[in-house]
């Protein structure tokens, strides 16, 4: 089963930038997809932002879409989540997941504070 572990998180003013990284380890085959989820206070987790493991195809919820993108570092099996203009709404602690062989693994989270 792959792990994943998130960094890059931090507190940021509103307008901002920050870019996430998840790092995967362990076995690494049959993940479909890799995608960024967030829950903020008090609210449910949403998903953020999503990947096919081939990278060929991704998704971005409406309210990030033009501010946040996806990529992936094949050679050291690393995702990112780069996020510019960030606003006070975007705070959250951000969760790497994995889909592998039908499962959602989850990383720890790491935490982004946006100020206005």
């Known amino acids: 089963q792959v792990q994943l572990k998130e960094s890059g998180g931090r507190a940021v003013q509103a307008g901002g930038s920050l870019r996430l990284s998840c790092d995967a380890s362990?076995?690494?085959?049959?993940?479909?997809?890799m995608d960024w989820f967030r829950q903020a206070p008090g609210k449910e987790r949403e998903s953020v932002a999503s990947?096919?493991?081939?990278?060929?195809?991704?998704y971005y919820r409406e309210s990030v879409r033009g501010r946040f993108t996806v990529s992936k570092d094949s050679g050291r099996n690393r995702l990112y989540l780069q996020m510019n203009n960030l606003k006070p709404e975007d705070t959250a602690t951000y969760y790497c997941?994995?889909?592998?062989?039908?499962?959602?693994?989850w990383g720890q989270g790491t935490q982004v504070a946006v100020s206005s």
């Open positions: 997941v994995a889909k592998q062989d039908g499962e959602y693994i």
């Open positions: 362990g076995r690494t085959d049959n993940i479909y997809t």
């Open positions: 990947m096919t493991w081939t990278g060929a195809m991704t």
